[in-house]
């Protein structure tokens, strides 16, 4: 399938072109999926209006940051090969996400609360152009909320950490000294992750064409399928086959190009 003619071209970085083109967009993603096939680039199709995005909503472990959060608690309580086990499953679609999560966490009873501090310290880092993305985002006026199956101790962290205005997660359960092996309450996971998007988009009164989503679980599904643009970062292949557009080689910064940002736009 023939692409169709270029015309316009913008060089956002030395890595990074802006090409305007015309034509059928679901033809042009599949013509320009199999042109990249076996190269390393990452690629959006979108139309050029409105792909400034007003709201961001990124997953938490995996796509902000690059560990998940309760498999490096588990190695704190030694059972990081079971935990991991079960939270691959849940991130491919293959376990139920509410049920696998209590499943995880009563493995964790008992494990006292310094460990989070620790872990924190030890294990997590932001991702690279994660704070670039949020800072830029929020520079130009755009709401960014950080919405996790992980847990409220990390998030807070996080979004401090790369200038998210607002966390939600959920909460661990704990007798003062130790996790007590349970979960609060409802638990956030797929439909809490789509309702914040609705949420957050009627709050701004925006039309959800505006909205930016971003994940690699099967958890994030529905609410990369509902923005108006849904990405999928480094994500399981449930994830990657029905997201808009994927990021399996660059780093959070092609989320700014995909905009259309140049680099020389760029906040940290």
Do not use: W
Not at 226 to 254: C, E
């Amino acid at each position: 399938m023939a692409l169709a003619p270029v015309t316009g071209v913008a060089m956002l970085a030395e890595n990074a072109v802006d090409l305007s083109t015309s034509g059928d967009l679901g033809a042009l993603r599949t013509a320009v999926d199999a042109a990249l096939k076996d190269r390393p680039v990452d690629a959006c199709v979108q139309p050029t209006a409105g792909r400034k995005k007003r709201l961001l909503v990124a997953d938490m472990d995996s796509t902000i940051i690059g560990c998940e959060c309760l498999d490096e608690l588990a190695d704190f309580a030694g059972v990081k090969a079971e935990v991991s086990a079960i939270t691959e499953r849940a991130m491919r679609g293959e376990l139920e996400f509410e049920g696998a999560l209590r499943e995880r966490v009563a493995m964790l009873k008992g494990l006292p609360l310094d460990a989070l501090q620790t872990c924190y310290d030890e294990r997590v880092r932001l991702n690279p152009g994660a704070r670039t993305l949020v800072r830029t985002m929020t520079g130009d006026g755009a709401r960014c909320l950080l919405v996790s199956g992980g847990f409220t101790f990390f998030t807070s962290r996080v979004a401090e950490a790369a200038g998210f205005d607002e966390d939600r997660a959920n909460r661990l359960i704990d007798d003062g000294g130790a996790l007590t092996g349970e979960v609060a309450d409802p638990i956030l996971g797929r439909e809490a992750k789509l309702s914040a998007l609705r949420e957050e988009t009627k709050a701004l009164g925006i039309d959800p064409s505006l909205t930016l989503a971003v994940g690699d679980g099967a958890n994030d599904l529905a609410m990369i399928e509902a923005a108006g643009l849904g990405v999928a970062y480094r994500a399981k292949p449930v994830v990657s086959a029905r997201a808009q557009a994927r990021i399996d080689h660059s780093d959070l910064t092609a989320l700014l190009y995909f905009q259309g940002y140049s680099a020389g736009q760029f906040k940290s």
